[in-house]
């Protein structure tokens, strides 16, 4: 039997379909109120092309769909199992940490069978769409296409400090973000300033995220955000500098659509 599974996160609506445990088709609305989230259904239904299907929901608006909103029944899943399973779905592995950027970023290891809520932080796609509001009066789809100076601009570096690399801290790595920020700036620095801070703010906290549970080796990037070019690039980079690896798999942004699918 196919299955539509919609993960209704703080900011959009991801939504696939899967059959076998297999995904046949995804599409994500920019948006997470009601009308998003039957568009969503409504696109996807059409597209099973059958009244015959399951209907599942995870994300934190999940718990906000009330019985009757579908003219289905539906179930809800718990989002961290989501996250969880749909990183094993992507990475191919029973044991995998899973780096979940949304709105704000969750961190959740899967490991013998159990998936596990490890932490997180605020910082996510939610930041980036109100930093670029209040710095940049820009939406943040923009932002990416405008950030094409380098970050140490306006970041003071290692380098900047010390002279050099620190250790196995290389002189580009950020020592303040923003520190050589004056009252003025360009827009495309503080593009460039704003994305390099959450790309390498987020890969610290997974890396030692990650190793406190062992799993700093196993580290898997997903969620909207980290399909951003220079995000994703800046936190790989960051966890490899402290010794770990990450990979960003296709179908990302998908991760917990996908898990509650299958």
């Given at each position: 039997?196919?299955?539509?599974?919609?993960?209704?996160?703080?900011?959009?609506?991801?939504?696939?379909?899967?059959?076998?445990?297999?995904?046949?088709?995804?599409?994500?609305?920019?948006?997470?109120n009601s009308e998003h989230?039957?568009?969503?259904?409504?696109?996807?239904?059409?597209?099973v092309g059958s009244t015959?299907?399951?209907?599942?929901?995870?994300?934190?608006?999940?718990?906000?769909?009330?019985?009757?909103?579908?003219?289905?029944?539906?179930?809800?899943?718990?989002?961290?199992?989501?996250?969880?399973k749909g990183g094993v779905?992507?990475?191919?592995?029973?044991?995998?940490?899973?780096?979940?950027?949304?709105?704000?970023?969750?961190?959740?290891?899967?490991?013998?069978?159990?998936?596990?809520?490890?932490?997180?932080?605020?910082?996510?796609?939610?930041?980036?769409?109100?930093?670029?509001?209040?710095?940049?009066?820009?939406?943040?789809?923009?932002?990416?296409?405008?950030?094409?100076?380098?970050?140490?601009?306006?970041?003071?570096?290692?380098?900047?400090?010390?002279?050099?690399?620190?250790?196995?801290?290389?002189?580009?790595?950020?020592?303040?973000?923003?520190?050589?920020?004056?009252?003025?700036?360009?827009?495309?620095?503080?593009?460039?300033?704003?994305?390099?801070?959450?790309?390498?703010?987020?890969?610290?906290?997974?890396?030692?995220?990650?190793?406190?549970?062992?799993?700093?080796?196993?580290?898997?990037?997903?969620?909207?955000?980290?399909?951003?070019?220079?995000?994703?690039?800046?936190?790989?980079?960051?966890?490899?500098?402290?010794?770990?690896?990450?990979?960003?798999?296709?179908?990302?942004?998908?991760?917990?659509?996908?898990?509650?699918?299958?």
């Amino acid at each position: 039997m196919k299955v539509i599974s919609i993960d209704i996160g703080g900011t959009n609506t991801h939504a696939v379909i899967a059959e076998n445990g297999k995904i046949e088709f995804e599409t994500v609305e920019n948006g997470n109120n009601s009308e998003h989230i039957l568009k969503c259904f409504n696109t996807l239904k059409e597209k099973v092309g059958s009244t015959y299907f399951k209907l599942i929901l995870t994300g934190g608006g999940a718990r906000k769909v009330e019985r009757g909103f579908f003219s289905f029944p539906f179930k809800v899943i718990d989002e961290i199992l989501a996250i969880g399973k749909g990183g094993v779905y992507l990475s191919g592995n029973k044991d995998v940490f899973v780096v979940s950027i949304g709105t704000g970023t969750a961190f959740v290891s899967v490991k013998t069978g159990e998936i596990r809520h490890v932490g997180g932080t605020g910082l996510g796609g939610g930041t980036i769409s109100g930093l670029s509001k209040l710095l940049l009066k820009m939406d943040p789809d923009n932002v990416e296409k405008i950030a094409k100076v380098s970050h140490t601009d306006l970041d003071i570096t290692v380098k900047d400090i010390v002279g050099g690399d620190l250790g196995k801290i290389p002189g580009d790595a950020t020592a303040s973000n923003f520190g050589k920020a004056q009252e003025k700036e360009d827009k495309a620095a503080i593009a460039a300033s704003l994305l390099n801070m959450m790309g390498e703010t987020i890969g610290v906290m997974a890396y030692f995220a990650a190793k406190s549970v062992g799993q700093e080796e196993k580290i898997l990037l997903c969620g909207r955000v980290a399909m951003n070019i220079r995000v994703k690039k800046r936190a790989v980079e960051t966890i490899k500098m402290f010794g770990g690896e990450a990979e960003i798999p296709e179908k990302g942004e998908y991760c917990a659509a996908i898990g509650a699918a299958v």
